[in-house]
């Protein structure tokens, strides 16, 4: 191995224990608490070697959302995949998205956090590019999803594209998990069962593109069966190995 490579992995090995070094510190002490000096010095190096890894803070935290986004990425392409009609397929997004936030809590409060204006912007081109390429894995598997259902005559494409289409469910599970994250704030408005809301309004919508065949939000057994099915069909390798997620229609 010539020097050059050896300086690629040892500056690659480094960045990995910047990154989970902070990822256990956000655990412990949360996202607003995380200080580069102190990083550094957890990971027995100056504050100068870390910045030659990350810009900023917003940097590092891009860098870290791109990571944990890499890794959910799989588990969505996972659901896209499954052997199922095309609003199944999508339905099982959903239901796989809202479980990994379940299992992983950390992961929707880093996103939300690295997407807002601040934390975006004074991340470098570089970080936000990574993050860019990162989120392509999954939206070709949505995109997919849809092109097949609108090609099989299950949706109607109303003159708009895959990428339009997609839209809506994505920003629906995104936006009613981040209300999630803000403690007491549905509780405060009375609303209960937050999981189970989730999957009626993501029907609720399928329901209103016109996506075949039809379903009954309200029809609270069929659709608990329908989650079952994707959880032990889908899920269910990686529900064995973390233990009960907590993520059935009532968490």
């Known amino acids: 191995m010539g020097t050059k490579e050896r300086r690629q992995r040892e500056f690659e090995a480094r960045e990995r224990l910047f990154l989970d070094a902070a990822r256990k510190l956000i655990r412990q002490e949360g996202i ?3 200080q580069m000096a102190r990083l550094a010095r957890a990971c027995d190096y100056a504050t100068g070697t870390l910045y030659q890894h990350f810009s900023a803070k917003e940097d590092l935290l891009v860098a870290l959302a791109t990571r944990r986004l890499e890794e959910h990425a799989d588990y969505f392409c996972q ?10 397929r999508m339905f099982a997004l959903t239901v796989a998205d809202y479980n990994y936030a379940q299992r ?6 880093l996103l939300q956090y690295a997407f807002t204006e601040v934390i975006w912007e004074g991340a470098s081109e570089e970080r936000r590019q990574a993050m860019q390429s990162a989120l392509q894995p999954p939206a070709r598997a949505v995109r997919a999803i849809v092109q097949d259902a609108i090609e099989a ?17 994505w920003g629906l599970s ?9 403690h007491g704030l549905l509780d405060g408005l009375g609303i209960r069962e937050p999981g ?18 039809l379903m009954d939000p309200v029809d609270e057994t069929a659709l608990a069966a329908l989650v079952q099915r994707i959880e032990q069909d889908v899920l269910a390798t990686d529900q064995s190995k973390a233990g009960p ?6 968490p």
Do not use: C, V
């Open 104 to 109: 992983h809590p950390g992961f929707s409060r």
């Open 174 to 182: 995104a936006g009613i998990q981040s209300m999630m994250q803000t």
């Open 32 to 34: 607003l608490a995380l």
């Open 196 to 213: 189970l809301q989730l999957y009626r309004h993501a029907q609720f919508l399928l329901n209103g593109l016109g996506w075949k065949p």
């Open 153 to 169: 005559g299950d949706l109607p494409d109303r003159g708009l594209d895959a990428g339009a289409l997609m839209l809506g469910p």
């Open 79 to 88: 659901a896209a995949a499954w052997k199922a009609g095309t609003r199944e």
């Open 245 to 250: 997620a907590g993520n059935r229609i009532n």
